[in-house]
């Protein structure tokens, strides 16, 4: 059954940290390379950062040098560790394989207030 279950957003000021989680099924996880999108209210889901399975990592632009993505291959999740947060970050966080299937969890929201 493919699952993939977010965790970690919560409302937070400019400038704080939030660290996501996100769990996968073994049938989403393994073997691919993995991305946290963001979709902010009024605009379109976008990328934020992926790993592959070598640990190759790759950020959009206005998150570099602000967030982390990391993976546990035992535990079949990935994590982004996200700093010094802006209001422009305010979204809906998802994780997914990259490229992306069809299948969506239910994400997490990140507010950030200036």
């Known amino acids: 059954q493919e699952r993939l279950v977010e965790s970690g957003g919560g409302v937070v000021q400019a400038g704080g940290s939030l660290r996501l989680s996100c769990v996968a099924s073994e049938s989403i996880f393994k073997g691919n390379a993995m991305a946290w999108f963001r979709h902010p209210p009024g605009r379109q889901r976008e990328l934020v950062a992926s790993i592959t399975r070598r640990g190759v990592l790759n950020y959009t632009p206005a998150v570099r040098g602000r967030f982390a993505i990391s993976r546990d291959d035992a535990k079949n999740a990935v994590y982004l560790q996200m700093d010094n947060l802006k209001p422009d970050d305010t979204a809906t966080y998802y994780c997914?394989?990259?490229?992306?299937?069809?299948?969506w969890g239910r994400g997490t929201q990140v507010s950030v207030s200036s």
């Open positions: 997914n394989t990259q490229p992306r299937q069809n299948y």
